[in-house]
Each structure stands twice: as C-alpha cells, then as structure tokens.
C-alpha cells in the first residue's frame, strides 16, 4: 500500500518560508515521478513542482519559479518543498503525489496522494 504523508506546513508571514515534507512509503519509487500540487480556497487544485526520483528532471510552475524549491533524499524516501519569499496568494493545502505522468505537471496522471497539508501566509 503506498502511502504518502506531508508535513511541515504552518502560518507564516509574507516573505517567510516553509520547508514541506513528503515521507513515501509501499513501493520502490526508482521510476515514479513525484509532484507538489496546491489547491487554494475555491480554486481548482495546480500544479507545483515536480521531481523525478532520479531528479534528472525537474518542473517548476511559472508562479512559483526561483522562490520554491523541490528535492528529495533517496535514502529516506521524502521529498521536500522549500517555500522562499511566500506571498499571501501562496496560502492553499498542499498536497505531494507519486505517480508515471508523460509530463511532470499532468495531475490526473499521478495516481496516489497524500492528505495535504495547510499553509498559510499572512500579508
């Protein structure tokens, strides 16, 4: 059974930063992609960041290029969001997600996801 648990969210300032972390456990994550997607109130959940697991390739959603940044450490199974410069319009329920997209930043193409966790920036 995999399993996704994310964690490391919070309230937090503008111009903050939050670091998110995604524990995976229940398959061998060599050839999956893993991605953070954002779902802000009354919004339709977006795109993030993604990763390889290899982290041969990397995908950064427009809004979040050169502020956020998405890595993972192998031996542990996680991968981390490390959230600069937070802007109020940052504040959603971040999710992480695992799966084989044919591009990083196809959401239906991830297919388990964790329970997310909330952030929020205060102007």
């Known amino acids: 059974q995999v399993q996704l648990v994310e964690s490391g969210g919070g309230l937090v300032q503008a111009g903050g930063s939050l670091r998110l972390s995604c524990a995976a456990s229940g398959r061998t994550f060599g050839s999956y992609a893993m991605g953070w997607f954002r779902q802000a109130p009354g919004k339709e959940r977006e795109f993030v960041a993604a990763?390889?697991?290899?982290?041969?390739?990397?995908y950064y959603a427009d809004s979040v290029k050169g502020r956020f940044t998405i890595s993972r450490d192998n031996a542990k199974n996680t991968v981390y969001l490390q959230m600069n410069s937070l802007k109020p319009e940052d504040t959603a329920v971040y999710y992480c997600?695992?799966?084989?997209?044919?591009?990083?930043?196809?959401?239906?193409?991830?297919?388990?996801w964790g329970q997310g966790t909330q952030v929020t920036v205060s102007s």
């Open positions: 990763t390889t697991w290899s982290g041969g390739s990397i």
């Open positions: 997600a695992t799966g084989r997209p044919q591009g990083l930043p196809r959401q239906k193409e991830y297919d388990y």
